[in-house]
């Protein structure tokens, strides 16, 4: 391969780590969007409800269920893209704590590390 047609390496890579997850943020706008949905037909319903349009009423409720019906699949992807980006974390951690280890360890084993976190434990009991 020449020199300018070397393949471009990501941290992840070279290090040997999972690649980060994809962002997840669409799929979040789209599931507060289709709540939102939900909301303006709920508020129809009651609306048509005061003055019994059942027609409006039915129309409503069918809304509801269309908008709501892939909620659960927004959650679920949304769920499974956290986990991703946990373990992707938990990876650069481990990562760190390696190499900390393989050059600094005596940082991990100091008395103000240790301090500091007994501290902070007895705090939040």
């Not at 507060?32 to 048509?48: E, L, N, P, W």
């Not at 951690?93 to 190499?99: G, I, N, P, V, Y």
């Not at 976190?117 to 939040?124: A, D, I, L, P």
């Amino acid at each position: 391969m020449s020199e300018n047609k070397k393949e471009q390496l990501s941290s992840e890579d070279i290090l040997g780590i999972e690649k980060q997850p994809e962002m997840s943020c669409p799929k979040i706008n789209e599931a507060v969007k289709d709540v939102c949905r939900v909301i303006d037909s709920a508020k129809g319903a009651f609306r048509s409800i005061q003055y019994e349009d059942w027609d409006g009423v039915k129309s409503a409720v069918e809304n509801i269920e269309c908008d709501s019906s892939c909620l659960e699949d927004h959650f679920e992807y949304c769920r499974s893209q956290c986990e991703l980006i946990r373990s992707w974390g938990q990876n650069w951690k481990d990562l760190a704590k390696r190499l900390i280890r393989a050059h600094e360890p005596e940082l991990l084993e100091s008395t103000e590390y240790v301090t500091g976190v007994n501290n902070e434990q007895s705090q939040t009991n």
